[in-house]
């Protein structure tokens, strides 16, 4: 399986399992077959439902069909932490070439450049047959492409990945990442060591999840030992604490001031 090293902002290079094109394919099959469905339920609720013309309401039509298709892929990789519903079944998600969560400015370049992935033409000319199959072979050539891409690249990137910065990995393997930072914190008394955790950047904070993570894994902690140092060095922290064990704190005291602010 193909695994890839992505170097962190602690100088530390993690190791994903590349995600394979089978599972892509499958979880682009799932995702395309809940729109297509949100599509009939839609189209049957407007025009069977509350007898709605369609010419007269064209409008209409774009703004509870097509617009939301066409913001599914978005929407859900932001909400779902890179996954739509779709991959989060499959257990795939995207991630930056960072090795944490993408930025909103990747993720909308990622869907900008799959603009033709997506069949949410069909909530404003599926009552054309002909418009309908047109679309549905320009897809298929397009989709051909895209796999050509995904075939050729090192990194299986297609052209969203290449011009975002971001890679497709498996999340359910011996080096699969968890799909949140948040970790459960007993509010109870609870005494924050290290406040000075906040001025961490989101990415830095998902770096050392992943970096705890796989070092749990492997049962190897060198890794936490050099992002503790670099840690300390950059929040200017003295602690006589176990590297992995100071790196679980900081997220701890994380977590429990992100839910105060």
């Not at 393997?173 to 060591?193: C, P, R």
């Amino acid at each position: 399986m193909p695994i890839i090293q992505i170097a962190t902002a602690f100088n530390i290079d993690l190791e994903f399992e590349l995600a394979e094109f089978h599972k892509r394919l499958l979880a682009y099959g799932i995702d395309f077959t809940l729109l297509v469905i949100y599509l009939f339920s839609m189209k049957y609720l407007l025009y069977a439902g509350f007898n709605i013309d369609f010419e007269e309401n064209m409008g209409l039509d774009i703004l509870v069909i097509s617009i939301p298709m066409l913001l599914y892929s978005l929407l859900t990789e932001l909400w779902m932490n890179g996954q739509t519903v779709g991959k989060k079944i499959i257990g795939i998600r995207v991630i930056s070439l960072e090795g944490g969560e993408p930025t909103l400015g990747q993720y909308i370049l990622r869907w900008i450049t799959k603009f033709f992935e997506w069949p949410f033409l069909f909530g404003y000319i599926f009552f054309s047959k002909e418009a309908l199959m047109i679309y549905t072979f320009a897809t298929a050539i397009f989709g051909v492409a895209v796999a050509i891409i995904i075939a050729v690249t090192p990194k299986s990137q297609r052209l969203g990945d290449l011009a975002a910065g971001t890679v497709v990995v498996n999340t359910k393997s011996k080096l699969s990442v968890e799909d949140t930072v948040f970790v459960k914190v007993n509010e109870a008394g609870y005494k924050v060591l290290f406040p000075d955790v906040m001025r961490l950047s989101d990415r830095d904070i998902n770096t050392i999840k992943n970096v705890l993570t796989q070092a749990s894994k492997r049962n190897s902690y060198e890794m936490c030992n050099r992002v503790a140092m670099k840690v300390k060095d950059v929040l200017k922290i003295n602690a006589d604490m176990h590297p992995s064990q100071f790196l679980e704190k900081l997220l701890e005291d994380y977590n429990y001031l992100a839910t105060k602010e």
